[in-house]
């Protein structure tokens, strides 16, 4: 009667916060927290709310494990009445949770020192996706040559999609030739390659080069992030080179081709005339003057302004894009020296070429736009040469480059935007110097204090922003507002870990919150990241449009101004605003793929992030990599393969028969081993002996269900036999009966399917709650000791299961396996296999393996004392 009570008043508590505060929310970072990391989460409503405590709650048991009065009270914020700044930083426990506060939940909140594990290498996969690959019809007339310096009138030039100053003999049945200016012949380049900027398939070399170096740069600075799981060509399959590494010299490649004389330099394939329409390249029909999708036009950086049509940029100069190239020839070759030496020797010839026409021809090289009036309008040019003098310094150590990086710095000490609440498009890029700060990490007293300075007071500017609400976000929201994010939040870093100053860490970390969904609209702004939470699944994109392929690793635009998507949005949206309630004058955002002002993924963007997060990654483990678990519809079916380590585990329901004979072996041997136990077992009075022996050899105890339930059929496995409540509820009453020994849940984060039957859903369940399903590695038969006679062809003696453990490890070895015994099994079976488990072990032993905990052995959790009670421990927090 009491329990029905109890269950009774909590779902009038979650209906009360339903009902009653609908009108208010929790803004988290979605992807999770670092245990050691500051940790934060705002509280916005539309009414007026009063805060002054919260509570954290266990994902999965529903226990409050922390109590906090770190609340600020921000007061009204735009459209929103009250806001508060819930900050739990001293809650270092790992696992998932939730915040309440007042009767306001949260989403469920990660804690965990992997949280950043392996996300800059997620961003590749739309670098990837955005590569252009020569197919048959797919742009393979890239491209023909134009200045486009010169605009001559031609009727109807509203439709008629001409690049003027062009001839080419053109069938007649594709265009009249009384519509094309026949005053010089058109000159076929190779271009191909490279990647496309966003959701078009027009490519810049500004941006690109900019990609270029952001992942170079990242690579520098934190190569144990990256791995090596593709090839150069984008495949799955290793080749040598982190990944980065080779998505970096993808975009060289093409770079090459944009300059392929030390006094030619083409800065852009293709124009606006492809925005929006969402095609694929074989279904250009874009009208570039010679047949529709019959070649585009490669525009030569000239240093006066050029122009399609009507709309003429201000271009003055080639430093700005010659700058960027030689940045990113310049560090390419630092770089891929060890991996292409020849062609590292190509880039640096490449690098001094392009600086010094930068040198010749100063000012700034724009976007070439043809019926748009949003183009790359870039009015600052020292920054990129600062940038390339100084990673010329750096390869050949020629003081001449070093002054000149000095002197260039000196032009624009800060970058225009920092100062500013509003921007044109691009107008100050790249958005972060770099030249900066490689001035002030050098030994030079001089440059460094005073580079240092201007790092510092572009951060200081900003702050002032920042300061006026709650998100920490003081960037002006423009188009493309997420690269400004991104790269604030990498000059706060980057000034912070050259000075160890951590005055503008809430800065810092309130960017990086921003972009993984602490802002008003609790979406992450990466498609894909994370897996489980919400994130921009409706992206701006031909792929997505076209062939429902996601955006996987992009991250979008971000949100605007109401004033400027009002004036700069192309159509209405496609279904109704799910956002509506969040959208304010301040700030607009839609996950609606007709939103090309906020909702559009962005190349340099994306690529600027693998820094941030390479960074947060070291910062939560160092000594890890990347997560080289296998892994089976979310469970974990083997750890690192290149480690000659075994797992020992056990499961165990009805029969404990064999419990003597395995703890004794275990104990000879020295080896921990993992039991995972259903609710039954543990609450059986006669196994009461073996869960206290176990404990105190300190094994890991953990759940197999409460009554061993089937989720899913036997023949098909998609096919579930209970739902997310059942599971829920069952796993909960498995960890209630645990705690009854001492055992918390926190101390046994791993949990075994019950039968060793899971599926995608139920892998997706356990990680919702904290729990990391773990399951035997396939292959060995080691499961099926329990097997009986009566099973016929399914049953295995203990002679098969031992020589085809024997047989997997001499022929494929047991690196990284998860062994699963049992600790009992039906007197059907009479030819018990745990009597030869000690032979087994030493056998193995023998062989070189280590037996190794699943903490250890998987490095997805820190072990927090696992085989010792809490109440024996000190309570945290």
């Known amino acids: 009667m009491k329990k029905r009570i109890v269950l009774t008043l909590l779902s009038i508590v979650c209906f009360a916060s339903h009902t009653f505060c609908i009108d208010a929310w929790i803004r988290i970072n979605q992807l999770g927290y670092l245990p050691s990391a500051q940790k934060k989460a705002i509280l916005i409503s539309e009414s007026q709310q009063n805060i002054r405590k919260f509570y954290i709650y266990d994902a999965l048991t529903n226990k409050e494990v922390g109590a906090f009065n770190t609340v600020v009270s921000w007061g009204e914020f735009q459209s929103f009445k009250s806001v508060f700044i819930l900050d739990f930083s001293a809650f270092n426990t790992q696992g998932a949770f939730y915040i309440k506060a007042g009767l306001i939940y949260s989403p469920t909140i990660y804690v965990n020192k992997n949280t950043y594990l392996g996300t800059a290498d997620f961003l590749l996969n739309y670098l990837r996706q955005q590569r252009c690959i020569a197919k048959p019809g797919e742009h393979q007339f890239d491209a023909f040559e134009s200045n486009a310096e010169e605009f001559k009138p031609i009727a109807d030039t509203e439709n008629l999609w001409i690049v003027p100053n062009q001839k080419l003999s053109t069938p007649k049945s594709q265009k009249k030739p009384s519509q094309f200016n026949l005053s010089e012949q058109a000159k076929l380049i190779n271009v191909t390659g490279g990647w496309s900027d966003a959701s078009e398939f027009v490519q810049y070399g500004s941006t690109s080069a900019t990609a270029i170096f952001q992942l170079l740069f990242a690579y520098q600075f934190n190569p144990t992030s990256f791995t090596d799981k593709f090839d150069a060509n984008g495949k799955k399959g290793?080749?040598?080179?982190?990944?980065?590494?080779?998505?970096?010299?993808?975009?060289?490649?093409?770079?090459?081709?944009?300059?392929?004389?030390?006094?030619?330099?083409?800065?852009?394939?293709?124009?606006?005339?492809?925005?929006?329409?969402?095609?694929?390249?074989?279904?250009?029909?874009?009208?570039?003057?010679?047949?529709?999708?019959?070649?585009?036009?490669?525009?030569?950086?000239?240093?006066?302004?050029?122009?399609?049509?009507?709309?003429?940029?201000?271009?003055?100069?080639?430093?700005?894009?010659?700058?960027?190239?030689?940045?990113?020839?310049?560090?390419?070759?630092?770089?891929?020296?060890?991996?292409?030496?020849?062609?590292?020797?190509?880039?640096?010839?490449?690098?001094?070429?392009?600086?010094?026409?930068?040198i010749k021809y100063p000012g700034i090289?724009?976007?070439?736009?043809?019926?748009?009036?949003?183009?790359?309008?870039?009015?600052?040019?020292?920054?990129?040469?600062?940038?390339?003098?100084?990673?010329?310094?750096?390869?050949?150590?020629?003081?001449?480059?070093?002054?000149d990086a000095a002197n260039f710095g000196r032009m624009e000490p800060v970058s225009p935007w920092l100062c500013s609440d509003t921007t044109g498009h691009y107008q100050w890029y790249p958005f972060v110097n770099l030249g900066h700060y490689m001035l002030s990490n050098l030994e030079n007293p001089r440059y460094k204090n005073e580079f240092k300075e201007n790092l510092l007071s572009g951060i200081q500017r900003m702050s002032l922003y920042a300061a006026n609400n709650p998100f920490d976000v003081g960037v002006p929201l423009v188009m493309n507002s997420?690269?400004?994010?991104?790269?604030?939040?990498?000059?706060?870093?980057?000034?912070?870990?050259?000075?160890?100053?951590?005055?503008?860490?809430?800065?810092?970390?309130?960017?990086?919150?921003?972009?993984?969904?602490?802002?008003?609209?609790?979406?992450?702004?990466?498609?894909?990241?994370?897996?489980?939470?919400?994130?921009?699944?409706?992206?701006?994109a031909s792929n997505w449009k076209k062939n429902h392929q996601p955006a996987t690793g992009g991250m979008v635009n971000g949100p605007v101004l109401k004033s400027i998507y009002t004036k700069l949005a192309i159509s209405g949206l496609s279904k109704d605003d799910k956002y509506e309630r969040y959208q304010s004058d301040w700030a607009i955002f839609h996950d609606d793929y007709t939103d090309n002002i906020s909702?559009?993924?962005?190349?340099?963007?994306?690529?600027?992030?693998?820094?941030?997060?390479?960074?947060?990654?070291?910062?939560?483990?160092?000594?890890?990599?990347?997560?080289?678990?296998?892994?089976?519809?979310?469970?974990?079916?083997?750890?690192?393969?290149?480690?000659?380590?075994?797992?020992?585990?056990?499961?165990?329901?009805?029969?404990?028969?064999?419990y003597n004979i395995i703890r004794k072996t275990l104990k000879k041997l020295n080896i921990k081993a993992s039991f995972f136990l259903t609710g039954d077992f543990y609450r059986n009075t006669k196994n009461k002996r073996i869960i206290k022996g176990l404990l105190q050899d300190k094994h890991y105890l953990g759940g197999n269900s409460d009554k061993n339930l089937l989720y899913c059929s036997l023949q098909k496995r998609d096919s579930l036999l209970i739902n997310k409540a059942q599971f829920i509820t069952d796993l909960r009453a498995n960890y209630k009966t645990m705690e009854k020994f001492g055992i918390k849940k926190n101390q046994t984060p791993f949990f075994l399917p019950p039968h060793e039957m899971h599926n995608d859903s139920i892998g997706k369940w356990c990680k919702e709650v904290g729990i990391q399903l773990i399951n035997f590695t396939p292959g060995t038969l080691s499961n099926t000791d329990i097997s009986i006679p009566e099973m016929r062809e399914n049953y295995y003696s203990s002679n098969e299961i031992y020589n085809r453990i024997l047989q997997v490890e001499s022929k494929q070895g047991l690196s990284g396996h998860i062994l699963l015994f049992h600790l009992g099994s039906d007197a059907k079976r009479q030819d018990k296999f745990y009597p030869r488990l000690y032979s087994l072990l030493i056998e193995l032993s023998k062989n070189g393996y280590d037996f190794v905990d699943l903490f250890k052995a998987t490095d997805v959790f820190d072990s927090n004392e696992a085989t010792i009670p809490l109440n024996k421990q000190k309570r945290k927090n």
């Not at 700058?323 to 590292?344: E, H, I, N, R, V």
Request: proline share 4%; charged share 20%.
């Open 599 to 658: 909702n559009e993924p962005s190349l340099d963007g994306t690529a600027s992030l693998t820094y941030m997060l390479s960074s947060k990654q070291l910062e939560g483990n160092p000594e890890k990599t990347s997560d080289n678990n296998l892994y089976s519809n979310g469970a974990i079916v083997r750890t690192d393969p290149s480690k000659k380590q075994i797992s020992i585990v056990f499961s165990g329901n009805d029969y404990a028969d064999g």
């Open 365 to 403: 090289c724009q976007a070439v736009p043809a019926k748009s009036l949003i183009y790359y309008s870039e009015d600052n040019w020292s920054d990129d040469m600062e940038l390339a003098a100084s990673e010329l310094y750096h390869l050949t150590y020629d003081a001449n480059y070093l002054k």
């Open 482 to 540: 997420n690269n400004l994010v991104v790269a604030l939040a990498t000059q706060c870093r980057l000034y912070r870990s050259m000075t160890n100053d951590s005055s503008y860490i809430d800065m810092e970390n309130g960017l990086l919150d921003w972009i993984f969904g602490r802002n008003p609209w609790g979406t992450s702004m990466i498609g894909g990241l994370p897996k489980i939470g919400i994130a921009a699944s409706d992206p701006h």
């Open 238 to 358: 290793a080749n040598g080179i982190p990944d980065i590494l080779d998505e970096a010299k993808w975009g060289l490649d093409w770079l090459i081709k944009m300059c392929p004389s030390k006094d030619i330099l083409y800065h852009q394939v293709g124009d606006d005339r492809e925005n929006n329409q969402f095609h694929t390249p074989s279904e250009n029909n874009v009208d570039y003057g010679w047949g529709q999708g019959n070649g585009r036009s490669v525009y030569v950086a000239t240093g006066k302004p050029q122009a399609v049509f009507k709309i003429k940029n201000h271009s003055n100069g080639l430093a700005s894009i010659a700058g960027k190239y030689a940045s990113a020839f310049a560090l390419g070759s630092q770089l891929l020296a060890t991996y292409y030496p020849f062609y590292a020797d190509s880039l640096t010839k490449k690098a001094i070429e392009l600086y010094q026409l930068g």
